[in-house]
């Protein structure tokens, strides 16, 4: 895809950026981000596509990847030693309002694996953990508040829009986590609380940022907003993401 065709694309009404606005702070995706190279095709940096351009980093390469040329070309993490990292900015710091979505083909569903995380492995403001075949969304200290459901299967692909209201009365009107464009009914540990962390962490794809819980498998596309979305954008947010 060439660099206008890229931009257009980019801007379209039926992308992040273009459903979310100015809301959306983060925003990678395999086909559209530009990539840069280490050694081979070796994923250096991944561009952001939202607005802010909060680069997606690792210096000392993510590993074997495919071509960004490659029809279907995704970002392929091996579950050991694998991630990139958005570096700590105040656009990142959501406080009582978030969406994050992402696409993952797990390869391994046994354990426990973090595609996203926005927290250290002890806690913080946010992160996503793969709990057997289900999808568990940490929201504070790590192990204490979270919801869980959902069932993948290895080798197949799952996206998930994640929704954080802290105007929510409850778990379930604060905390809402739909799969493959379904809402799930969740199980919830502890008390989801109405304000998100505040950290200095950085976002990190592949592992919780304390480096434990690897992701093995492969990231098609993700983003992140500081915004609560209409029924309407969920929808249009959910076709893009079953698409990417």
């Known amino acids: 895809m060439g660099l206008y065709s ?4 980019r ?9 979310l606005g ?45 071509t960004q040329a490659s029809a279907g070309a995704v970002f392929d993490f091996n ?3 694998q ?10 710091d959501f406080t009582t309002a978030l969406v994050v979505g992402f696409k993952i083909t797990p390869d391994v569903v046994t354990g426990n694996r973090c595609p996203l995380a926005k927290a250290p492995t002890t ?7 793969t709990n057997s075949a289900a999808m568990r969304w940490h929201i504070g200290t790590a192990g204490s508040n979270f919801g869980e459901g959902g069932t993948m299967t290895a080798g197949a692909a799952s996206y998930f829009l994640a929704i954080f209201d802290g105007g929510g009365a409850g778990n379930s009107t604060r905390m809402i986590l739909r799969h493959n464009g379904s809402p799930l009914t969740l199980t919830f540990t502890g008390t989801i609380p109405n304000t998100l962390a505040v950290g200095t962490d950085v976002l990190r794809l592949g592992s919780f940022v304390g480096g434990a819980q690897f992701f093995d498998g492969k990231i098609s596309a993700a983003f992140a907003a500081n915004v609560v979305p209409s029924a309407g954008q969920i929808t249009s947010l959910e076709t893009y993401l079953a698409a990417a």
């Open 6 to 9: 890229r931009w257009k694309r």
């Open 83 to 92: 991630f990139l990292d958005v570096a700590d900015h105040a656009d990142l």
């Open 11 to 19: 801007q379209s009404a039926t992308t992040p950026l273009g459903i």
């Open 123 to 129: 806690g913080g403001s946010w992160s996503f953990q």
């Open 22 to 66: 100015s809301n959306c702070k983060f925003w990678i995706d395999r086909a559209l981000s530009p990539v840069t190279y280490g050694t081979g095709t070796n994923v250096q940096q991944v561009d952001d596509l939202s607005t802010l351009t909060h680069h997606a980093i690792n210096t000392t390469a993510l590993g074997t990847q495919p």
């Open 79 to 81: 579950g050991t030693t």
